[in-house]
């Protein structure tokens, strides 16, 4: 029986994992390789002007699976414009893991959040599986209010690597825990059911309730949030596609620096947009560029404030490229982008990195992704 009960529960659990990793199964279905768009936003120019030489607060904003191909197929898709052009300072980053010469999320995540290369599917764990802290924990330590987004569920592998601590990606509920061992401001993405219907019969909303949080589920809500802890579970687990989503990322992006910015000793938030890397993995151009669009009108959200604070640095990278993705063909005015793909996996190319604000010049040139870690633990004198 006990032998029969492990099988039952090792499949309950492959399950699950499949559950949060389906996004990388390729369907004949999901191939779409044109996209045309039908509107466009206003790209407003920003002064990239700044009071100090070194940041009170930063925004690192990760586009999951953002090679320059991506970058691009956005900008074709806004008519020729993304707020990522006000971006004057811009390099590349290396991607590789210790394990790998691909990366995954976990890997390339904790090494953007520690500074140090890891195996890939590790979270906030070296090589050995030894933790080492985060630059939101860092963070947190020093005094800053500190807080993550994510349109995937928040305990999945790139947000997790800023906060949690284990030996794999899947381990969901040990991730979700994680969190209870902080003191994080703000967090928003999906995941609900990994806080609540778990293996150890823990309730967690119920435990983040009594440290004084505030959980809510709708991101209408969160928006008309002003003051405190705030926990956003916006889905049982990932959120839907960006056209499914009602301005999530954008809209929770610019409501947690609202929060966040009123610690005036400063603060550090990690956003990401997951789904850049999920329309990579379907090799579908659609998918991709309505994902690029979204992740910029957060950049521009962001920006907003950080040209009016002028003591804010927004970094924005990728962990990885995903897909191989290329534009072999397309029109700007049309706002038509045709795509192609090597793969429907991740690849081993250099990512872009851009800077705004003071001590942008710090994330120039080629650089290897611990280093962006580590020169923001510098300019925030965590490290």
């Given at each position: 029986?006990?032998?029969?009960?492990?099988?039952?529960?090792?499949?309950?659990?492959?399950?699950?994992?499949?559950?949060?990793?389906?996004?990388?199964?390729?369907?004949?279905?999901?191939?779409?390789?044109?996209?045309?768009?039908?509107?466009?936003?206003?790209?407003?120019?920003?002064?990239?002007?700044?009071?100090?030489?070194?940041?009170?607060?930063?925004?690192?904003?990760?586009?999951?699976?953002?090679?320059?191909?991506?970058?691009?197929?956005?900008?074709?898709?806004?008519?020729?414009?993304?707020?990522?052009?006000?971006?004057?300072?811009?390099?590349?980053?290396?991607?590789?893991?210790?394990?790998?010469?691909?990366?995954?999320?976990?890997?390339?995540?904790?090494?953007?959040?520690?500074?140090?290369?890891?195996?890939?599917?590790?979270?906030?764990?070296?090589?050995?599986?030894?933790?080492?802290?985060?630059?939101?924990?860092?963070?947190?330590?020093?005094?800053?209010?500190?807080?993550?987004?994510?349109?995937?569920?928040?305990?999945?592998?790139?947000?997790?690597?800023?906060?949690?601590?284990?030996?794999?990606?899947?381990?969901?509920?040990?991730?979700?825990?994680d969190f209870l061992k902080t003191d994080i401001d703000v967090f928003v993405g999906g995941g609900y059911k990994h806080f609540t219907e778990r293996k150890d019969g823990r309730n967690l909303v119920e435990e983040l309730e009594a440290k004084n949080y505030t959980v809510l589920k709708d991101i209408d809500q969160i928006e008309n949030f002003t003051e405190g802890k705030l926990v956003g579970l916006t889905a049982p687990e990932h959120n839907g596609r960006a056209p499914e989503r009602n301005g999530l990322l954008p809209k929770a992006t610019?409501?947690?620096?609202?929060?966040?910015?009123?610690?005036?000793?400063?603060?550090?938030?990690?956003?990401?947009?997951?789904?850049?890397?999920?329309?990579?993995?379907?090799?579908?151009?659609?998918?991709?560029?309505?994902?690029?669009?979204?992740?910029?009108?957060?950049?521009?959200?962001?920006?907003?404030?950080?040209?009016?604070?002028?003591?804010?640095?927004?970094?924005?990278?990728?962990?990885?490229?995903?897909?191989?993705?290329?534009?072999?063909?397309?029109?700007?005015?049309?706002?038509?982008?045709?795509?192609?793909?090597?793969?429907?996996?991740?690849?081993?190319?250099?990512?872009?990195?851009?800077?705004?604000?003071?001590?942008?010049?710090?994330?120039?040139?080629?650089?290897?992704?611990?280093?962006?870690?580590?020169?923001?633990?510098?300019?925030?004198?965590?490290?």
């Amino acid at each position: 029986m006990k032998k029969i009960a492990t099988f039952i529960l090792s499949i309950i659990m492959t399950c699950s994992v499949y559950a949060q990793e389906n996004y990388k199964t390729l369907t004949k279905e999901d191939s779409v390789k044109i996209f045309k768009g039908t509107s466009d936003y206003e790209v407003i120019k920003y002064e990239d002007s700044f009071n100090n030489k070194k940041p009170k607060n930063i925004i690192l904003m990760i586009g999951d699976g953002m090679g320059t191909a991506q970058v691009f197929a956005g900008l074709t898709a806004n008519g020729g414009h993304l707020f990522l052009e006000n971006f004057k300072h811009a390099g590349f980053s290396k991607t590789q893991s210790a394990s790998d010469y691909i990366t995954d999320s976990a890997a390339g995540g904790t090494a953007l959040s520690s500074g140090y290369k890891t195996y890939n599917g590790a979270i906030g764990v070296d090589s050995d599986t030894v933790s080492h802290p985060t630059i939101l924990e860092l963070a947190e330590k020093d005094g800053l209010s500190t807080g993550l987004v994510s349109s995937s569920a928040i305990t999945h592998a790139t947000p997790a690597s800023f906060i949690a601590h284990q030996s794999s990606r899947n381990m969901y509920e040990e991730i979700a825990a994680d969190f209870l061992k902080t003191d994080i401001d703000v967090f928003v993405g999906g995941g609900y059911k990994h806080f609540t219907e778990r293996k150890d019969g823990r309730n967690l909303v119920e435990e983040l309730e009594a440290k004084n949080y505030t959980v809510l589920k709708d991101i209408d809500q969160i928006e008309n949030f002003t003051e405190g802890k705030l926990v956003g579970l916006t889905a049982p687990e990932h959120n839907g596609r960006a056209p499914e989503r009602n301005g999530l990322l954008p809209k929770a992006t610019k409501k947690v620096i609202d929060l966040l910015s009123q610690n005036h000793k400063g603060f550090f938030l990690m956003v990401e947009g997951s789904q850049i890397d999920w329309g990579g993995h379907q090799n579908n151009t659609t998918y991709i560029t309505e994902e690029m669009l979204d992740f910029d009108q957060s950049i521009g959200k962001a920006l907003e404030f950080a040209a009016n604070n002028k003591e804010t640095l927004i970094i924005v990278t990728a962990d990885h490229e995903t897909g191989g993705f290329a534009i072999n063909g397309g029109d700007i005015e049309n706002k038509i982008v045709e795509g192609g793909f090597a793969t429907g996996h991740h690849t081993a190319v250099m990512v872009p990195v851009f800077a705004f604000g003071p001590g942008a010049e710090n994330f120039t040139g080629i650089l290897d992704n611990t280093e962006i870690a580590n020169r923001m633990m510098k300019l925030l004198d965590l490290k």
